[in-house]
């Protein structure tokens, strides 16, 4: 059954958006896809333009150009519209710190124009979900960080979005708090509600989001699933370690002639990249050529974080995986920044 709002629905579309703060490009065409119901994980370290996109998605900053379509609704024609269909948690939670945790979710149903009634039992039921019942009447002032992120979430949900933005909803949550929240995430998720959320953590993105896209200074660099860009980025390794220490010498051989490298990744063992199971296939039948009985054997996928390694030194070393080309002026200004590394650090 296909409905308004089905599982093959695109709930954010996004195409060739930019933002320019003076000189800079904050966020640099990009291009942006998300079906209904799904999690988008927008990962990129401070500076990279995620708060930028999530603001002019939720109608808060003006694009200087592309488009955007938040359920279906044109961002720039229709703000008020969009407004009424989403939700947004911010970087820094947007409570109000005089009030109680109760006083400020019932303030918001009104603002939505909800009748008293219904308002007051939205606050109660939100309150309860995010473990803040006994809390309630307590001002949020008193709150820990974690609750004030758990009422700042509850308050963007009052108007049950079907796209809900979440700017850094963990950072600075403890672990167990940050699990609560991913649960949450889950949760509304499987109800239908679409998500995009940013992060700067790896872990995050991998735990929560279907799709992610990693981007630096305004650009997406990758896109892919979790498991896409740890395979297609910072790839497979294989790593052996033969019966007998004699032997490791010829595995080095064998390694270097069948996957151009091999890495002592521990005492006794060694490790190279496997791009494909054809890879692994020729390896085993050198290495049953040269007669090497092998103790150990294993594959590993590289994490999220490698792979963002592996992107950041591309990038330093001055190629972009999977950027589209450059136009001239744009070029100069890119060749300055990977110029100065240290700069973008500091921020
Ligand atoms: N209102 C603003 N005025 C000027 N520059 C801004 C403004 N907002 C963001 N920027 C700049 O745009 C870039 C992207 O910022 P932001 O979207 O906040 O990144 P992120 O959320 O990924 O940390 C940064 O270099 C930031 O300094
Ligand atoms: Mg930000």
Known sequence: MKTENGPDEIAIQVSGLVKRFGEQTAVDHVDL????GSV?????????????????????LRPDGGH?????????????????VIGLTGQFAAVDETLSGYEN????????DMPAKDAKRRAEELLLTFGLAEDARKPAKQYSGGMRRRLDLAASLVGRPRVLFLDEPTTGLDPARRNDLWDIVRELSQSGTTVLLTTQYMEEAEA????????????????????????????????????????????????????GSADESAPGTLAGPVSDDAKVAA??????????????????????????L?????????????????TAPETASAAASVAEPEKEVAR
């Open 33 to 36: 896809a998300v079906p209904t």
């Open 40 to 60: 988008f994980g927008l990962l990129g370290p401070n500076g990279a333009g995620k708060t930028t996109i999530v603001r002019m998605l939720s109608t808060l």
């Open 68 to 84: 955007a379509l938040v359920a279906g609704l044109d961002v720039m024609a229709h703000p008020q519209a969009v407004r009424r």
């Open 105 to 112: 979710i019932y303030m918001i149903g009104r603002l939505l």
């Open 208 to 259: 929560l989001a279907q799709d992610i896209a990693v981007m630096d200074r305004g650009r997406f660099i990758a896109r892919g699933t979790a498991e896409e860009l740890k395979v297609r980025i910072a790839g497979r390794t294989i790593r052996l370690r033969p019966m007998a220490a004699a032997d490791l010498p010829v595995l080095r051989e064998v390694l270097l002639d069948v996957l």
């Open 283 to 308: 390896l085993l039948a050198a290495l049953a050529a040269k007669d090497i009985a092998i103790a150990d054997i294993s594959t590993v996928t590289a994490s999220l974080d490698e792979v963002f």
């Open 310 to 326: 592996t992107l950041t030194e591309s990038k330093n070393a001055g190629q972009k995986p999977g950027a589209p080309a450059r």
